[in-house]
């Protein structure tokens, strides 16, 4: 295949064309003149016209069209004075017309190919960024791909450290219970035991009638009940959190609790409705405490009332009596482990219950008029059974 090179740039290309277009145009009106075939001289005007559309120029084949729309006229003039031959001028005018639909096309040609060569270019502009983007992206996922299997792979060893830990932590849990378990089984038997020594000392300080003597013993049976209590103590701080927590009906654990209770002439008012709350299974030491508290500290109590009401997206518990009330110097410390006229135990207990599942309390009772506690059931850990 021999290949034509028209030059190395876009400007010696076009010159090139325009000679050879100028050549031919040159030696086909030429050949007219000196070779009067007529049609067959015509055809080939055709030529430089079909080759004008690789002109840079936009209207080029208009502007060639126009060339040979002259060339043509002239060319039978010229023919028509030396042999006498006019008769062909109409013929060369049909042409002329062809040559201008001719030139509408090529125009046509010349438009669509250069939107379609620009259109290539930017298909293979877009391809290449396309494959540079492709290469780009599969790096950049063989990177997020080595740093993804080198994160699970630390995340296997995190996981499996972690079960190692927790399966280790789970026996010394189970030692440390069962220790505990024995510790408070013995300690309550030795605390029983004293109490028994205790009761035949003072059968003997009575017959005795040694007053200093039974003031020691009331003394130590003060302080063996306040072991029996530090041994209860332990026993529901260590099962705080040990089962799984749930949905307890308020209502009912509050009536269960009363029931332990020696209410007297105390009455219990429950208006709760059919309100459950998510707690920890202790839940009801905390309302047994709760009434505990109001019958041993308030004073002349005659009434305890539980109720309840909705603040935004909490639920608030209410459990009121009317007693003496806790002074504001004490609101701040009740809840502290320790404070207290009997173990001071009871309320502290009663907060750690509550936290397990996000559930708050608080006094805010009036000083005289009785006191009142507010549990705070935070959204989602309250339901009302229809």
Request: net charge negative.
């Amino acid at each position: 295949m021999i290949r034509i090179e028209l030059g190395t740039t876009p400007k010696e290309q076009e010159q090139s064309i325009l000679v050879a277009i100028v050549c031919l145009t040159i030696g086909i009106f030429a050949a007219d003149i000196l070779l009067p075939l007529g049609f067959v001289i015509w055809i080939l005007y055709l030529v430089p016209l079909l080759m004008s559309v690789w002109l840079p120029h936009r209207y080029a084949p208009f502007l060639m069209a126009c060339v040979l729309s002259g060339a043509l006229p002239l060319g039978g003039l010229i023919t028509g004075s030396e042999q006498g031959r006019v008769s062909d001028l109409p013929y060369r005018a049909v042409f002329i017309l062809m040559i201008a639909v001719i030139s509408l096309l090529a125009w046509e040609i010349r438009s669509n190919y250069t939107s379609l060569k620009e259109e290539i270019a930017e298909r293979r502009i877009a391809q290449e960024n396309l494959e540079v983007l492709a290469g780009t992206l599969e790096k950049r996922v063989g990177m997020r791909t080595a740093e993804l299997s080198d994160v699970n792979a630390e995340l296997t060893r995190d996981i499996t450290e972690r079960l190692r830990i927790e399966e280790a932590l789970a026996t010394a849990n189970q030692k440390l219970s069962l220790l505990a378990q024995i510790t408070r089984h013995d300690i309550s038997n030795r605390v029983f035991a004293l109490l028994v020594n205790l009761d035949l000392a003072k059968d003997q300080s009575a017959a005795m009638n040694d007053a200093a003597m039974d003031a020691n013993l009331r003394s130590m049976e003060k302080n063996i009940h306040g072991i029996q209590d530090q041994i209860a103590f332990a026993k529901d701080y260590q099962e705080i959190g040990a089962q799984t927590s749930g949905w307890y009906p308020v209502g009912e654990i509050i009536h269960a609790s009363a029931v332990q209770l020696n209410l007297g002439n105390v009455q219990l008012d429950v208006s709760t409705g059919r309100l459950e709350i998510f707690a920890d299974p202790l839940i009801g030491k905390v309302f047994y405490n709760l009434i505990d508290n109001a019958i041993r500290h308030g004073g002349d109590v005659s009434c305890i009332t539980f109720s309840c009401r909705r603040e935004g997206a909490v639920i608030i518990i209410l459990c009121e009596d009317n007693g003496a009330g806790i002074s504001e110097r004490d609101k701040q410390h009740i809840f502290a482990k320790g404070f207290g006229k009997d173990s001071g135990l009871g309320l502290f207990l009663i907060r750690e219950i509550l936290g397990i599942t996000g559930i708050t309390i608080r006094e805010t009772g009036e000083p005289g008029k009785g006191a009142r506690f507010e549990l705070t059931v935070p959204e989602g850990k309250f339901r009302d059974v229809p």
